[in-house]
């Protein structure tokens, strides 16, 4: 079953929503320039509230060891997702699960995925995240997608997880009910 992962949470009303949907993980974008950036408190009252077998993901983008770890301490987080240039060793330095997030172009930059020791890799590439999983069976596909489109990717790539953030939402950092709801029964269907 492929796991679906909710990003951008900005509100207790999107996170409930998610979560009563069927949302294994929600993600809590911790990056200042992100319209879905979420304050640390902010986030930790909604972490609060989410139920024991929904995940909470602290997003971070080039941030410094010692910031990620006060957020992560504070808020509880189960993973740490990291979307900037943070290098293989940064990712080791955490006692927590870590998700990389890669920007990949061409099969060339493929090849630095071994390099990480890592939990799970994020991917915003379709055509490249099959192929990906000759490093890891732990590919999380990102990047564009939507309930109209979701299938077809899951489809295609089988991968272990999928993550969306703009594709649900009515404007940045607001989840559209419709989208959200017609998103994850799509992934669900996709193993029926």
């Given at each position: 079953m492929t796991k679906i992962k909710i990003c951008g949470i900005t509100n207790i009303e999107d996170a409930t929503l998610a979560v009563n949907l069927g949302a294994d993980a929600l993600g809590f974008v911790f990056?200042?320039?992100s319209p879905r950036y979420i304050r640390k408190d902010a986030a930790k009252e909604i972490i609060r509230e989410l139920p024991p077998f929904v995940l909470s993901v602290g997003?971070?983008?080039n941030e410094k060891e010692d910031r990620v770890r006060e957020i992560s301490a504070d808020c509880c987080l189960d993973i740490l997702q990291f979307h900037g240039n943070e290098s293989p060793d940064f990712c080791s330095h955490f006692d927590k699960k870590v998700i990389k997030a890669f920007s990949i172009n061409n099969r060339k930059d493929l090849e630095v995925i071994p390099s990480?020791?890592?939990s799970a890799v994020l991917?915003?590439?379709l055509e490249l995240a099959s192929e990906a999983k000759r490093f890891t069976s732990r590919v999380i596909l990102a990047g564009g997608l939507n309930p109209a489109n979701v299938m077809k990717a899951i489809?295609?790539?089988e991968p272990y997880?999928?993550?969306v953030s703009s594709g649900v939402e009515s404007k940045p950092g607001k989840k559209d009910?419709?989208?959200?709801e017609k998103f994850i029964k799509t992934v669900?269907?996709?193993h029926k």
């Open positions: 990056y200042k320039d997003v971070f983008v990480y020791q890592v991917l915003d590439n489809q295609a790539v997880g999928v993550d009910r419709v989208k959200l669900k269907k996709a």
